[in-house]
T-cell receptor
Framework: EAQVTQNPRYLITVTGKKLTVTCSQNMNHEYMSWYRQDPGLGLRQIYYSMNVEVTDKGDVPEGYKVSRKEKRNFPLILESPSPNQTSLYFC????????????FGEGSRLTVL | DAKTTQPPSMDCAEGRAANLPCNHSTISGNEYVYWYRQIHSQGPQYIIHGLKNNETNEMASLIITEDRKSSTLILPHATLRDTAVYYCIVPRPDNAGNNRKLIWGLGTSLAVNP
């Protein structure tokens, strides 16, 4: 089954404790992206990747890092999480770059205390 | 930026057609219109996209006006499971002039009632 898998789905952590949210897709997609969703603000893009070793900032990259060492994986790293990074995070992938059908993961709800 | 405007909420009776409008008056000639939906807090789901012509798939139909300044997503026979937030999106160029970013507004919250 074609899917985008995120882990963890739920996480409560404390300020400053580094964490990684993993994202993996099994569709051999070149394009992958991370979004955060906050009430009243809609989905905002954090980072995206057009292919292996190619990443670029989205609209809200501050406080986040990403890497794309393999085609299937696109982890989101919070080096020193802060409460303003409490949010619902989505990973997405696409076979056709930024356009076309984006496949989304089920989301990771992160709470930073 | 090709921004979109959608009503914040709509209601529809189960079994009836749901017509969700979207204005995108600043759309340029080669920009597509995409529709996604998000059920509760699940990951958004792609529905359909189009450029000029009307499009139909197993989920919905997309009607784009001739001037391309607005479009309507049609769910022909809405069910309770179609209750979701529906997003109309027109991609915008990034700083390099490539269309690489999607701006997600707040969409239309569709409530399908029994």
């Amino acid at each position: 089954e074609a899917q985008v898998t995120q882990n963890p789905r739920y996480l409560i952590t404390v300020t400053g404790k580094k964490l990684t949210v993993t994202c993996s897709q099994n569709m051999n997609h070149e394009y992958m992206s991370w979004y955060r969703q906050d009430p009243g603000l809609g989905l905002r893009q954090i980072y995206y990747s057009m292919n292996v070793e190619v990443t670029d900032k989205g609209d809200v990259p501050e406080g986040y890092k990403v890497s794309r060492k393999e085609k299937r994986n696109f982890p989101l790293i919070l080096e020193s999480p802060s409460p303003n990074q409490t949010s619902l995070y989505f990973c997405a992938s696409s076979s056709t770059g930024w356009v076309g059908e984006l496949f989304f993961g089920e989301g990771s709800r992160l709470t930073v205390l | 930026d090709a921004k979109t405007t959608q009503p914040p909420s709509m209601d529809c009776a189960e079994g009836r057609a749901a017509n969700l409008p979207c204005n995108h008056s600043t759309i340029s000639g080669n920009e597509y219109v995409y529709w996604y939906r998000q059920i509760h807090s699940q990951g958004p789901q792609y529905i359909i996209h189009g450029l000029k012509n009307n499009e139909t798939n197993e989920m919905a139909s997309l009607i784009i006006t001739e001037d391309r300044k607005s479009s309507t997503l049609i769910l022909p026979h809405a069910t309770l499971r179609d209750t979701a937030v529906y997003y109309c999106i027109v991609p915008r160029p990034d700083n390099a002039g490539n269309n690489r970013k999607l701006i997600w507004g707040l969409g239309t919250s569709l409530a399908v009632n029994p």
